[in-house]
Nanobody, 124 residues
């Protein structure tokens, strides 16, 4: 059983940066494809970014491409999301997700394990 714990959220102003972290435990981190999703108020949970378990291939939603960067530290079993040039529309609860040995997929159903989420609020 994999446990995922997100941290790093907060209240920032438009144009600021934040780095989210997701600490993983209870599984073999190197065999999991990892992803970030978010859910804005009144909206469905949506894919933000993912990183593959073997190739390290990264993918991004069009809305964050060029502003966000996903990475993983195998020595710390931790996933990161560096968020730059934040916009009010980035306001959401951000979730870390994991699934064993899959390509980077953009649907919530593809991921087995989820964190509890961390709130990001961007003021104008």
């Amino acid at each position: 059983q994999v446990q995922l714990v997100e941290s790093g959220g907060g209240l920032v102003q438009a144009g600021d940066s934040l780095r989210l972290s997701c600490a993983a435990s209870g599984g073999t981190f190197s065999t999991y494809t990892m992803a970030w999703f978010r859910r804005a108020p009144g909206k469905e949970r949506e894919f933000v970014s993912g990183i593959g378990w073997r190739s390290g291939r990264t993918e991004y939603a069009d809305s964050v491409k060029g502003r966000f960067a996903i990475s993983r530290d195998y020595s710390k079993n931790t996933l990161y999301l560096q968020m730059n040039s934040l916009k009010p529309e980035d306001t959401a609860v951000y979730y870390c997700a994991a699934a064993a040995k899959i390509p980077v997929l953009r649907t919530t159903q593809s991921y087995t394990y989820w964190g509890q989420g961390t709130q990001v609020t961007v003021s104008p």
